[in-house]
């Protein structure tokens, strides 16, 4: 069973566009939403992050939207540049247990 | 300040044999984890440590999978013998801690992609 499930697998957006992925979880344990970022050869990088107490958090052009009862979340990407061009994996934790469950990731590809 | 080291980078190895996988995480981390990033999948928890004693195995298959972290510092991550599907990006990363006090920002180390033919 797939606790965090992500959408779209791939998102080609044009330069300045706006991107946006999504997810959806089941446990309603879980109490804190990472987005990580991850290039080619690299590990996952967190890059914004939510609790459920509060619906939006913004951090420069990239913004966390969050609704508690339909248990999903969204990463939006404003202004989306070619050096964004990575895989972005949503995830979902239970604060005090550390470990993070992951989404299976959406690769985006931004062109000039 | 250093980030998560871990090496080989890559190893490929024929099934039945065996690897084993190092890291080193961020100096003063408490807590190391080990995740399995198959290709086209989010990372999977396979352990996590806090100093040296297990926290999570419970993902671990551990007819084939073991993994220690002695003295609480660098680890060791073994597959003997290894499947076919065990190829994939095997990942470490370390966070500052400490359990109980709400999420710690978890450093991802560049991984070891392994292949098994």
């Known amino acids: 069973q797939q606790q965090v499930k992500q959408s779209p697998q791939s998102l080609i957006v044009q330069k300045g566009g706006i991107s946006i992925i999504n997810c959806a979880y089941e446990n309603t344990a879980f109490d804190y939403f990472p987005w990580y970022q991850q290039f080619p050869g690299k590990g996952p990088a967190l890059l914004i992050a939510i609790r459920p107490d509060v619906s939006e958090k913004k951090e420069g052009r990239f913004t966390i939207s969050f609704n508690k009862s339909a248990k999903q979340f969204s990463l939006h990407i404003m202004d989306s540049q070619p050096g964004d061009s990575a895989t972005y994996f949503c995830a979902a934790s239970i604060a005090n247990a550390g470990k993070s469950t992951f989404g299976d990731g959406t690769t985006l590809t931004v062109k000039p | 300040e250093a980030g998560v080291a871990q090496s080989p980078r890559y190893k490929i190895i024929e099934k039945r044999q065996s690897v084993a996988f190092w890291c080193n995480p961020i100096?003063?981390?408490?807590?190391l984890y080990w995740y399995q990033q198959i290709l086209g999948q989010g990372p999977k928890l396979l352990i996590q440590?806090?100093?040296?004693?297990?926290?999570?195995d419970s993902q671990l298959p551990k007819d084939r999978f073991s993994a220690e972290r002695l003295k609480g510092v660098d680890s060791t991550l073994k597959i003997q013998p290894a499947k076919l599907e065990d190829s994939a990006v095997y990942l470490c990363a370390s966070s500052l801690d400490l359990m109980g006090q709400g999420f710690n920002e978890q450093f991802f180390g560049p991984g070891t992609r392994l292949t098994v033919l």
């Open positions: 440590f806090q100093n040296n004693g297990v926290v999570d």
């Open positions: 100096s003063g981390h408490a807590t």
